[in-house]
């Protein structure tokens, strides 16, 4: 069955530095989203992308973070300068469709930022 | 806006004890609805999910009713595990001019053996 895979699975970084969160969505979806859990926290929404364009963000979604689609089969989240509260598990997701299609979700990148 | 609603965790079972996790939520016209699961260290996996009034989504033993009259998408399982211990999310899904899906804030499961 197809899947979201998702790297690095654990990444720890120092506080200011710029770190690049890699997804490989399910091959014929084409809206992509990206979503973190702080540590016992709800899981919540950062990010929408349809058609090389941002969809929809969150208020998170600040100026440090950016989305990128580079080539067929990526899609990348950067956040450009690293802050504590950016410790977070990411998660990566895709779907078909966007009418209310069920999205996948990707194992997780464990981000801590010290 | 929209929003979902679980009960708060955590809840601990027997083995073989019947389960209930109470989900509500909040949301103008019909949303999708699901149930995530997170085992320990692990990333969200679809538990079950239902698109319209009165759909009943279920696997492994868990089922879901969509209820519209109560705005109820409530979790149960008749006879848990151990391997059911888990953090379970309710979340739904709709569009609002792009698509996200809004989760509850996770109720945790321990089972005893």
């Known amino acids: 069955e197809p899947e979201v895979t998702q790297t690095p699975s654990h990444q720890v970084t120092q506080m200011g530095q710029e770190v690049i969160l890699r997804c490989v969505p399910i091959?014929?979806?084409?809206?992509f989203y990206w979503y973190r859990q702080i540590l016992g926290q709800k899981v919540e929404f950062l990010v929408s992308?349809?058609?090389?364009?941002?969809?929809?963000k969150s208020e998170i979604f600040d100026d440090q973070f950016s989305v990128e689609r580079p080539d067929g089969s990526n899609f990348t989240l950067k956040i450009r300068s690293t802050k504590l509260e950016d410790s977070a598990m990411y998660f990566c997701?895709?779907?078909?469709?966007?009418?209310?299609?069920?999205?996948?979700f990707g194992p997780g990148t464990r981000l801590l930022v010290l | 806006g929209n929003s979902v609603t679980q009960m708060e965790g955590p809840v601990t079972l027997s083995e073989e004890a019947f389960l209930t996790i109470n989900c509500t939520y909040t949301?103008?016209?019909?949303?999708?609805l699901f149930w995530y699961v997170q085992y320990p260290g692990e990333g969200l996996q679809l538990l079950l999910k239902?698109?319209?009034?009165?759909d009943k989504g279920s696997n492994k033993g868990f089922e879901a009713t969509y209820r519209k009259e109560t705005t109820s998408f409530h979790l149960e399982k008749g006879s848990v595990q151990v391997s059911d211990s888990a953090v379970y999310f309710c979340?739904?899904?709709?569009?609002?001019?792009?698509?996200?899906?809004?989760f509850g804030a996770g109720t945790r499961l321990f089972v005893k053996a």
């Open positions: 997701a895709s779907s078909e469709r966007a009418d209310q299609e069920t999205q996948y």
């Open positions: 949301a103008t016209g019909y949303p999708s």
């Open positions: 091959s014929n979806h084409l809206y």
């Open positions: 992308f349809y058609n090389n364009e941002i969809s929809e």
């Open positions: 239902a698109t319209k009034a009165d």
């Open positions: 979340a739904l899904s709709k569009d609002t001019g792009g698509f996200k899906t809004i």
